[in-house]
């Protein structure tokens, strides 16, 4: 069993950058796709950005150019760097592993294991 734990979300205004963080616990993560995911209320949950074993990104064209996904494999940890933060990048944001495949994939079916999500808030 994975575990998965995303913080760093926050309140942050318009233009601005923060970086959240997941840090998986129970097994390594160096050999499995990660991704980003998002979900506002009220809305459906969406691809943001995915990483394979082999550091190979992909992000959604909402967030590209803004956003940078990287992982250190050492410390088993995921990380999403925002910039140039917008108010519609408000919402929770999930991590998530496929448990398996090395590569990421823009599908959130690819996943087996999840966190529970940090909130982002960006104000106008």
């Known amino acids: 069993q994975v575990q998965l734990v995303e913080s760093g979300g926050g309140l942050v205004q318009d233009g601005g950058s923060l970086s959240v963080s997941c840090v998986a616990s129970g097994r390594t993560i160096s050999d499995w796709g990660m991704g980003w995911f998002r979900q506002a209320s009220g809305k459906e949950r969406e691809f943001v950005a995915t990483v394979s074993w082999n550091d190979d990104s992909t992000y959604a064209n909402s967030v590209k150019g803004r956003f940078t996904i990287s992982r250190d494999n050492a410390k088993n940890t995921v990380y999403l760097q925002m910039n140039s933060l917008k108010p519609e990048d408000t919402a929770v944001y999930y991590c998530?592993?496929?448990?398996?495949?090395?590569?990421?994939?823009?599908?959130?079916?690819?996943?087996?294991?999840w966190g529970q999500g940090t909130q982002v808030t960006v104000s106008s």
């Open positions: 998530a592993t496929t448990g398996s495949s090395r590569f990421g994939s823009r599908w959130s079916t690819s996943y087996r294991y």
